[in-house]
């Protein structure tokens, strides 16, 4: 999964309603004792993510990035705002690309991989065909067997396909 940044601008426009519910889905899932690694929010021709180092518990504007005219085949992207994407940025790309009802997504750390969802290889040449086949199994799929990217149209619908960590099969 090598992507590379053709453009950096400054600063964009944050959805406060979106960042809010960020916010609220950071906090929803702490509670439940599961630690987010990153969110992220589809609007228009592209979406906001967290970028790397972002503390979930104080999530803020300057911790988004926004990313658009993703080209997976040239393996580049715009990007505006200040940092760098969460290596999971792309895999959300994809569920955004290939599944147009989620607006929200959400990657979280998992001790072990889950037997119950398709799994997906960031770290191969065909992840992109991987998403799309995990996506055909319902709205999470398991990467790399330490993370879990769940999705939805909204942010309860994201966190819903999230597990308990003592749900978790190892």
């Known amino acids: 999964m090598n992507m ?3 453009r950096k601008q400054a600063s ?4 406060a309603d979106f960042l809010e519910e960020l916010q609220r889905l950071a906090r929803m899932l702490k509670e439940r004792g599961i630690e987010p690694v990153s969110l992220s929010y589809r609007y228009g021709l592209g979406f906001a993510t967290t970028r790397q180092g972002t503390d979930l518990k104080r999530l803020s504007e300057k911790d988004l990035l926004w990313i658009e005219q993703i080209n997976f085949d040239a393996g ?3 990007l505006s705002g200040m940092g760098e994407p969460q290596r999971s940025a792309f895999l959300h790309a994809a569920v955004f690309r290939h599944r147009s009802a989620a607006i929200f997504a959400v990657t979280v750390r998992v001790n072990g991989g889950d037997i119950s969802r398709p799994k997906v290889s960031s770290s191969e040449t065909a992840w992109l065909d991987q998403v799309r086949v995990a996506l055909n199994s319902g709205n999470a799929f398991t990467v790399d067997d330490t993370e879990v990217l769940s999705f939805g149209c909204t942010v309860d619908d994201a966190a819903a ?3 308990d960590p003592q ?3 190892a």
Do not use: A, D, S
């Open 4 to 6: 590379t940044t053709i």
């Open 12 to 15: 964009f426009p944050v959805k």
């Open 76 to 78: 580049t992207f715009i």
């Open 161 to 163: 396909e999230i597990r």
């Open 167 to 169: 749900e978790r099969l």
